[in-house]
């Protein structure tokens, strides 16, 4: 499941306007969401008064059920507090956890990935490196 929500931004120029920003995106399911991390639009608005295009850093969670990969994507002047995140993202890897039937569990104890990675730019950079390849 992809989540997903509007959110007051505020431009550099004082404009706050009402935008679409993603919370998760699961790409297996909607891979136009995997399209618009590699060509850099997740997460990117536009001011309606002076017309500039920006990515607003809001914690992200890309989910590839098919690579098995659980990526958690925080923005860059987190990198201070990993350990924090680390904390936070391991509870909400037990919270998935929780809910995944016993005849299946294995898949996630043994499969997946869970990867912390901290700004946009890092996710790209990453799934270009895995040979993730634009649709
Ligand atoms: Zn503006």
Redesign the pocket.
């Known amino acids: 499941m992809s989540t997903g929500g509007k959110t007051n931004i505020t431009?550099?120029?004082?404009?706050t306007f009402e935008g679409w920003l993603w919370q998760s995106a699961n790409v297996t399911a909607s891979p136009e969401l995997r399209q618009q991390v590699l060509d850099g639009e997740m997460n990117v608005v536009k001011?309606p008064?002076?017309?500039?295009r920006f990515h607003v850093e809001v914690p992200f969670l890309y989910h590839d059920v098919e690579a098995r990969e659980w990526i958690w994507v925080y923005p860059r002047d987190h990198e201070q507090k990993t350990g924090d995140i680390h904390a936070r993202v391991q509870e909400m890897w037990e919270e998935v956890m929780g809910k995944v039937p016993p005849g299946v569990r294995h898949v996630f104890d043994n499969e997946y990935r869970v990867i912390i990675l901290f700004g946009m730019d890092a996710l790209v950079l990453y799934l270009r490196a895995n040979g993730v390849k634009s649709t």
């Open positions: 431009c550099g120029c004082g404009q001011c008064s002076c017309e500039r």
